[in-house]
């Protein structure tokens, strides 16, 4: 992957980073915690020029995120709640629940979710389902992205043949994220099956 991305920004330059953080936002295994700082390094070798980098790599972050919030408003509010209602456990009220705090935090959560492992991808959708306004959306979604951009290829850029140490420390926070989600899953599973015992005893009896 790194070969690969090196070649790409060398034939292509500071907008082939922004190319690459395009399409991790649409294939998470294109992990930005490589991208960004190998940006950062090349641009220390004087291969990328900083700023360039910079602006074209969150602008690859809002093609990526506003691709997910078209992929969001065509799946739509119905759909969505069609496809819950086949979803074994769930229920059409965690949509409806989930829905109305977004419309409530929204705003923070695409700004702040944009610094967020594994969720600066998926936090476009909910946004497209909803139809945040696109203006709202893109703005914010450049903003979170430029921070989260500018901390990682400065790391790059500083730590330079280093750069990759980068990688182990965010994996370990990715991990960590993977982690939470996991045994929230495992929660929420674990409540709704106590639920559906709860009602099968309470039929029976």
């Known amino acids: ?37 190998l940006a950062g390094f090349t641009s220390s070798e004087g291969g990328m020029n900083l700023l360039s980098v910079l602006a074209w790599t969150t602008a690859g972050s809002v093609v990526g995120a506003l691709a997910l919030y078209w992929a969001g408003a065509l799946l ?68 979170g992205s430029l921070i989260w951009n500018t901390v990682f290829v400065l790391a790059g850029y500083v730590l330079a043949e280093n750069w990759s140490l980068v990688e182990a420390y965010v994996g370990m926070g990715t991990n960590t994220v993977i982690g939470l989600v996991l045994l929230a899953l495992l929660v929420f599973v674990g409540t709704r099956l106590a639920e559906r015992g709860r009602g099968r005893h309470a039929f029976r009896g």
């Open 76 to 143: 739509g509010r119905e759909r969505t709640l069609a496809l819950a209602a086949r979803i074994p456990l769930l229920k059409v009220s965690d949509i409806t629940r989930t829905e109305a705090w977004f419309l409530k935090h929204g705003r923070k959560t695409v700004f702040f979710g944009r610094m967020i492992p594994i969720f600066r991808s998926l936090i476009s959708v909910p946004a497209g389902v909803e139809r945040m306004s696109l203006g709202v959306f893109t703005l914010l979604t450049a903003a």
């Open 1 to 37: 992957m790194t070969d690969w991305l090196i070649e790409l920004m060398e034939i292509l330059g500071a907008p082939g980073a922004g190319l690459a953080i395009a399409l991790e936002n649409l294939f998470p295994p294109l992990p930005s915690e490589v991208i960004l700082p």
